[in-house]
Nanobody, 118 residues
Framework: QVHLVESGGGLVQPGGSLRLSCAPS????????IGWSRQPPGYPRELVAV????????IYADSVKGRFTITRNNANNTVELQMNSLKPEDTAVYYC???????????WGQGTQVTVSA
């Protein structure tokens, strides 16, 4: 099991930027996958960006490609999501999630609110 703690959410105007951080209880490099999902109000949870597999391939939702960047900070043992050119439709609770092994059930953080509004 992996314990995950998110930080960095908040309120931002359209076109602005935010940076989310996720600190796992295990080494980032030991995890099969780690990344971010979000749940907009009234909608199901959806993938945003994730590092997956032994090679750590990054995968992005089409809706965030070119605007969001997921990175790993091995020195701090965190995974971060840089979100630029934010839109009102990016408003959601953002969850860090991770799997220890390819067949493990994902573990989830508590979530952090991101609100994009003028």
């Amino acid at each position: 099991q992996v314990h995950l703690v998110e930080s960095g959410g908040g309120l931002v105007q359209p076109g602005g930027s935010l940076r989310l951080s996720c600190a796992p209880s295990r080494s980032v490099s030991s995890l099969y996958s780690i990344g971010w999902s979000r749940q907009p109000p009234g909608y199901p949870r959806e993938l945003v960006a994730v590092f997956e597999g032994p090679s750590g391939t990054s995968i992005y939702a089409d809706s965030v490609k070119g605007r969001f960047t997921i990175t790993r900070n091995n020195a701090n043992n965190t995974v971060e999501l840089q979100m630029n050119s934010l839109k009102p439709e990016d408003t959601a609770v953002y969850y860090c999630n991770a799997r220890l092994l390819s067949f493990s059930m994902p573990d989830w953080g508590q979530g952090t609110q991101v609100t994009v509004s003028a």
